[in-house]
């Protein structure tokens, strides 16, 4: 199946940790290269991601000038029915972060 990568075109909605909706755009290439990010409720303002085969995506999600920074992998299953994200980093406190995020068809 592989990523479809209009789920992250401009206007892409994200599920936070705690249920929090928020609400970001960017614009970007699959290369590792740095996009800014403009929104509503997310703790970031860059964010890069690497299309590392079909299937995998990795990203890096940091506030330029703040304590919030995490990177993570996200896989589509072959099958193309779920979708797992994991995350580690540091949340906006400065504490440590981990997220596991499952979305089934």
Same mark, same amino acid.
């Given at each position: 199946?592989? *990523?479809? #990568? ?9 599920? +936070? %940790?705690? $249920?929090?909706? $928020?609400r970001? @755009?960017?614009?970007? +290439? /699959?290369?590792g290269? %740095?996009?800014?990010?403009t929104?509503?409720? #997310?703790?970031?303002?860059? *964010?890069? *991601?690497? $299309?590392? &085969?079909? &299937? #995998?995506? =990795? /990203?890096?999600? +940091? $506030? =330029? &000038?703040?304590? /919030? ?5 996200t896989? *589509? ?6 979708m797992? #994200?994991? %995350?580690?980093? =540091?949340?906006?406190n400065?504490?440590?972060? =981990?997220? +596991?995020? /499952?979305? @089934?068809?």
């Amino acid at each position: 199946m592989g *990523i479809d #990568t209009d789920l992250l075109r401009p206007g892409t909605r994200a599920l +936070k %940790a705690f $249920q929090n909706r $928020q609400r970001l @755009c960017f614009r970007g +290439k /699959y290369d590792g290269s %740095a996009a800014e990010v403009t929104g509503s409720g #997310t703790p970031y303002d860059s *964010i890069s *991601i690497k $299309q590392v &085969n079909a &299937n #995998t995506l =990795t /990203y890096e999600a +940091k $506030q =330029t &000038n703040g304590k /919030y920074h995490a990177s993570g992998r996200t896989v *589509i299953s072959k099958d193309g029915k779920t979708m797992t #994200t994991t %995350a580690k980093g =540091t949340d906006t406190n400065g504490a440590a972060m =981990t997220l +596991k995020l /499952y979305r @089934c068809a």
